[in-house]
């Protein structure tokens, strides 16, 4: 297998289990801690009335129904991911819009050519490919001549205090992850320029543009430490950090994180400065 089919399969098979549960299991509190995120992209995005937009890795349907009232009854949004159960749940919650449609498969290999798409959207949905390169090629195949595309990733984890901290706090009892190959998917995956550059170019998208976000995160969604300790440790890295640990230790380090978010405590929830790129770049054809 050669490693972009083994990041595929890993990919997959996270989205369609251990990761795509929680998300499924914890919309509500994602959807308030990633809120702050969701009203500049769309406004950077800026869907036109009556267009066709789509919406990749589009999980549980969040974004999808802010772009479904965006475009309005005349326009149409293709919410495409990769996961069964998140897709699923988007598709409950985008019932009562009827000019969205859901499409379940990989964004590097699903029929998307007869789309005419004038824009494709995605919050933190892109960085999961194992091989960017195709899968922004492919997608480049649903957009209209000169279509456009807008997506929120993560810039650095040292500039995302939200993750990194609960991660040292766990690195004091269990050892380091490895560091990641820079080609690895990840939610990390795109915080360099330069790369996202690379892929999206050679996908056929024009030098992309990259502007900073800065936002402030609640990781508790508007609930108490405890739930921003549960949050913190059911994030990617800290997850797998923790996996498969004893409970002796598991426990220890969940108290660490504990303790190491408590400072952050305040009558607004716990909340961390979250550091984003807005990355625009347009078909080249
Ligand atoms: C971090 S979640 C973001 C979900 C959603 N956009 C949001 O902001 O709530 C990443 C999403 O990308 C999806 N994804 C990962 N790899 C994918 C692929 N190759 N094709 C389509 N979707 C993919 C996952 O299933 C997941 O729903």
């Not at 992850?177 to 939610?187: A, N, Q, R, T, W």
């Not at 030098?207 to 108490?224: C, H, N, R, Y």
């Not at 380090?253 to 625009?280: C, N």
Request: a negative charge.
């Amino acid at each position: 297998m050669t490693p972009t089919q083994a990041f595929n399969q890993e990919q997959r098979a996270r989205w369609n289990g251990i990761d795509g549960e929680y998300w499924v299991n914890h919309q509500d509190s994602l959807d308030r801690t990633l809120a702050p995120v969701t009203g500049p992209l769309l406004a950077f995005a800026a869907p036109r009335a009556g267009s066709t937009v789509i919406d990749v890795g589009c999980g549980c349907g969040v974004t999808t129904i802010e772009l479904a009232r965006a475009v309005g009854p005349s326009g149409r949004v293709v919410a495409v991911d990769v996961s069964a159960p998140m897709l699923a749940l988007a598709k409950e919650r985008l019932r009562a819009f009827a000019n969205t449609t859901c499409l379940f498969g990989d964004a590097a290999e699903l029929p998307l050519r007869d789309l005419g798409a004038e824009l494709i959207v995605s919050r933190f949905g892109v960085m999961f490919f194992g091989d960017p390169v195709a899968a922004f090629a492919n997608l480049r195949t649903g957009l209209a001549p000169g279509g456009r595309l807008r997506f929120a990733c993560w810039r650095p984890i040292g500039e995302n205090p939200w993750l990194q901290i609960p991660l040292h706090a766990v690195y004091e009892h269990v050892p380091r992850l490895p560091k990641p190959d820079p080609e690895e998917p990840g939610p990390f995956s795109f915080s360099d320029t330069a790369r996202v550059t690379r892929i999206l170019t050679a996908a056929g998208f024009t030098a992309p543009s990259f502007t900073p976000l800065d936002v402030q995160m609640d990781i508790a969604a508007g609930g108490t430490l405890e739930d921003a300790v549960s949050q913190a440790s059911a994030m990617g890295p800290t997850k797998r950090a923790l996996a498969d640990q004893p409970e002796d230790i598991r426990a220890a380090a969940i108290e660490s994180i504990r303790r190491a978010l408590t400072p952050h405590v305040s009558p607004d929830g716990v909340k961390f400065p979250g550091a984003i790129w807005l990355v625009a770049a347009d078909s080249q054809s």
